[in-house]
């Protein structure tokens, strides 16, 4: 992929027709767009994952699988359920259009496609598609900060129970000699403290960032 086109939305066309599938793509290249093709459904999904399209421009009927089909495929996959999928058809038919509907396409235009009606529709798929990714982000944030606070303050509770105890301890085994208390007394300390540390960072936190830990495993990251 060149350079200057890390940043351009990307578009897949799934048509079978190639003559309407290279005017698309001349279409869309000329206003800005990152375009892929694929000649029917199965072909698609072989690119999708890599690709990772913001719209998807299917024809409806094509060989080997047509555009309801992969739309169907893909609504059902959580990973793909944002991108906008706009159906190119010849059917008029409201029937057409609820069976599509049913399975999750977000818009029809039928054929022949006027230009600017295609590319309006493109950009509005788009604005939808980055308005829901941030929402999603969003959400996901607030679950993980939740899920930090909630942690933190469980700990907290025992944390407690635990500083307490030692203090007793300490108290209680002040003057007399048993050999090794010191040093474990030290050691409780010493966890004690870590986890003290890690429950503020956890109650605290308030823009979380995860980081690669283990293989492909995350991890929360703490200051």
């Avoid at 000329?30 to 998807?56: F, H, Q, R, T, W």
């Amino acid at each position: 992929m060149k350079e200057n086109d890390l940043n351009k939305e990307r578009i897949l066309i799934v048509e079978d027709e190639e003559d309407t599938c290279y005017i698309l793509e001349r279409l869309l290249s000329k206003n800005g767009y990152e375009v892929a093709s694929a000649s029917n459904g199965e072909e698609a999904l072989k690119i999708i994952d890599e690709y990772n399209p913001k719209v998807i421009v299917a024809d409806w009927t094509m060989p080997v699988m047509d555009g309801i089909e992969l739309c169907n495929i893909l609504k059902n996959e959580e990973k793909h359920k944002l991108i906008y999928y706009i159906i190119l058809t010849a059917r008029v038919a409201i029937s057409d259009k609820v069976k599509g509907l049913d399975v999750g396409a977000d818009d029809f235009l039928v054929k022949p496609v006027e230009n600017e009606e295609l590319l309006a529709r493109i950009r509005s798929g788009v604005r939808i598609h980055n308005l829901q990714h941030e929402l999603k982000l969003i959400e996901h944030s607030k679950a993980i900060v939740e899920m930090a606070c909630t942690i933190g303050h469980k700990i907290n509770n025992p944390l407690s129970g635990l500083v307490f105890s030692v203090q007793n301890l300490e108290s209680e085994l002040k003057d007399k000699n048993v050999e090794g208390v010191e040093e474990d007394l030290e050691i409780i300390h010493q966890s004690v403290e870590r986890i003290k540390n890690l429950t503020q960072e956890l109650v605290k936190l308030d823009r979380p960032e995860l980081i690669n830990y283990a293989d492909d495993k995350k991890m929360l990251k703490l200051s």
